[in-house]
């Protein structure tokens, strides 16, 4: 739903305030680029003067003698350089300050931006779609601050507006009357503009976020799309999206085709109500030719620098709409706080321990996870098992603190994970997720994650994770072993491949609890056997909690805790589940079942191939 566009007026003042911000945050740089655009401006009031000056001085007295005096052309050659240089200083250093400052201040907000997003927790992060993320960061950074490349120049200009008015007086009154009439109908026609441009800008920026998103989903959900023959559905949806994003800029561009020509023809017009009044003053004796030639002259050059200003009020709107959402972003509540407590230097298991926890996510009426207490000792394996909606990612997802619970604690080593100074859990828990990312690098980068320049892990210690995660003979067998890039998200490797990464990844951190939600279920169940075995003989310190399905996982457990709509049902050993608990063993049944069909469904495929 669109939210109701902001009055003129408001935008007006608030485009004033965001530019009022950039320049207090960019004082230094923006005090050059002002300073080289005034002496820009004076420059161009000077140079009208000079030639005015040269016109009636040299220019005149030459034609009336019939001869050139060699000294005064000479003198006029050289104040013309002089102050022709003069401007091209000003240019320089307006359009390099301009341009130091819009990016520097597009780059301070890229980062605020990134460093909120990893801020926020993952429930905020679930109500906003990660193309429109990706707009705030990116598109809604670049237009907040988009008037800042012409704003020095616009502001050069009220300088050199100012010198000219008091020039025009001084010089002449009623030539100075023609200004006064000038120049405030340009700036009314850029406040008419900015007025208008303001609700189809906003439009704009808000359908560039849609479209964005769009496309993210699309790109992202490819193989959905493509296996289940969506093209024609997603092509037609994004068709729609792109086409009101074309709608609402072409209304941008008739409102700025239609203003353009009334901002580029009114200082023309001024230049030819000048001349025909200045030449009526010049018979009557007010003034002389070379006045005149200044007059005009100034008329002629001051269109560009009077476009200026609209430039600026023209982009107001659009840095506002940018704005709003960037400082949603950045002033967006929910991130999680954090303490000063730290688990202290040891390398023995961790104790997971839950009391009494609930949460209820943002969008339900009822707690997926009620008041469940769970204790993991040291050293010991737990496999978690439940019904899909049981809930339990959203435990794993609480025991990691990527959500924090309504009510009730969860603490490793006796400490409140709320407690912890940030960073803190990351340095002794590992979770892998079923959903693997990997990134488009080598499958280095992609276990150790850490700078190519001082890395975290060395080879030694990479290859000691990957044969812990029956990955090293795949590995071995690439291109290029670990300098292999592997595609984005891994699209080079099967989806067993992808999760033994993923794996050594948690592995190489020898994390002391380690977490593995459903992470083997694309791996082959004698792979899965020897990943889990090898875990169990290792010498790696660390108790684990495996969400589970298959038998063999769970057989490897010491305990196995049966979840149901958020509640503890029962907990103990496999058999004594499977002999107490019909909802477990159905469940095991179930899963069993489904595994033994897709293994005659592969037989009897292969005994086909080979009779073919």
Request: proline share 4%; hydrophobic share 45%.
């Amino acid at each position: 739903m669109s939210r109701p566009s902001p009055s003129s007026g408001a935008v007006l003042r608030r485009g004033l305030r965001l530019l009022g911000r950039a320049i207090s945050e960019q004082r230094g740089i923006f005090a050059i680029a002002l300073s080289c655009s005034a002496l820009f401006g004076a420059m161009t009031v000077a140079n009208a003067f000079v030639l005015g000056e040269v016109t009636g001085r040299v220019v005149l007295p030459s034609l009336r003698e019939g001869a050139v005096a060699a000294g005064a052309l000479t003198a006029a050659a050289l104040v013309i350089l002089g102050v022709a240089g003069l401007k091209i200083i000003g240019i320089l250093g307006r359009r390099i300050g301009a341009g130091i400052m819009q990016y520097r201040l597009q780059a301070s907000y890229r980062r605020q931006v990134s460093r909120q997003y990893l801020r926020l927790p993952l429930s905020w992060h679930h109500r906003h779609p990660t193309g429109e993320l990706l707009s705030n960061a990116n598109s809604d950074v670049e237009a907040s601050w988009n008037p800042i490349a012409p704003l020095p120049f616009a502001c050069g200009t009220v300088v050199m507006l100012l010198i000219t008015a008091v020039a025009l007086v001084v010089t002449d009154p009623v030539l100075a009357l023609v200004g006064l009439v000038v120049f405030p109908l340009i700036f009314a026609i850029n406040l008419v503009y900015s007025r208008v441009m303001s609700p189809r800008v906003s439009r704009a920026q808000q359908l560039r976020a849609e479209v964005s998103g769009i496309a993210h989903e699309s790109f992202d959900g490819a193989l959905v799309v493509k296996t289940l023959g969506r093209e024609a559905a997603e092509t037609a949806r994004f068709r729609q999206h792109a086409e009101e994003l074309r709608d609402s800029l072409i209304a941008v561009g008739q409102v700025r085709g239609t203003f353009d020509p009334m901002m580029e023809a009114l200082p023309a017009l001024g230049t030819l109500a000048v001349l025909l009044i200045g030449t009526a003053r010049l018979q009557s004796g007010a003034i002389d030719a070379g006045q005149l030639v200044s007059v005009a002259y100034l008329f002629t050059v001051l269109a560009l620098p009077i476009r200026a200003i609209g430039w600026v009020l023209g982009d107001l709107p659009r840095a506002v709409a940018g704005w709003d959402r960037v400082s949603a972003v950045l002033t967006a509540t929910g991130q999680q706080k954090h303490g000063q407590d730290r688990l202290g230097p040891s390398s023995a298991p961790a104790h997971l321990r839950a009391a009494d926890v609930t949460f209820t996510h943002a969008d339900a009426d009822e707690p997926v996870v009620q008041r469940i207490s769970l204790d993991i000792p040291p050293g010991r394996t737990v496999a978690l098992v439940g019904p899909t909606g049981s809930g339990k990612s959203t435990l794993v997802s609480l025991f990691i603190r990527l959500v924090d619970p309504d009510s009730g604690q969860v603490l490793v080593d006796g400490t409140d994970i709320g407690r912890l100074r940030e960073g803190e859990l990351s340095t002794a828990a590992a979770v892998v997720a079923q959903a693997t990312f990997l990134f488009d690098d080598t499958v280095r980068q992609n276990v150790s994650l850490g700078d190519e320049s001082d890395p975290a892990y060395d080879d030694d210690e990479i290859w000691r994770a990957l044969t812990l995660a029956q990955a090293d003979r795949f590995v071995r067998a690439l291109p290029d072993g670990l300098d292999t890039r592997i595609g984005e998200r891994g699209t080079t490797l099967s989806g067993g491949q992808q999760q033994r990464l993923a794996l050594a990844r948690a592995l190489v951190r020898r994390p002391r609890l380690l977490i593995l939600d459903d992470a083997t279920s694309s791996v082959d169940p004698a792979v899965e056997a020897a990943i889990l075995g090898g875990l169990r003989a290792a010498d790696l310190a660390a108790s684990v909690l495996v969400v589970a399905y298959r038998r063999a996982t769970i057989m490897l457990a010491d305990e196995v805790v049966y979840v149901e709509h958020g509640r503890i049902v029962a907990r103990g050993t496999h058999d004594e589940l499977l002999a107490s608990t019909e909802g477990y063993a159905a469940l095991i049944r179930a899963y069993a079942d489904a595994a033994e069909q897709r293994r005659l469904e592969v037989a009897a495929a292969g005994r086909e191939e080979g009779a073919a």
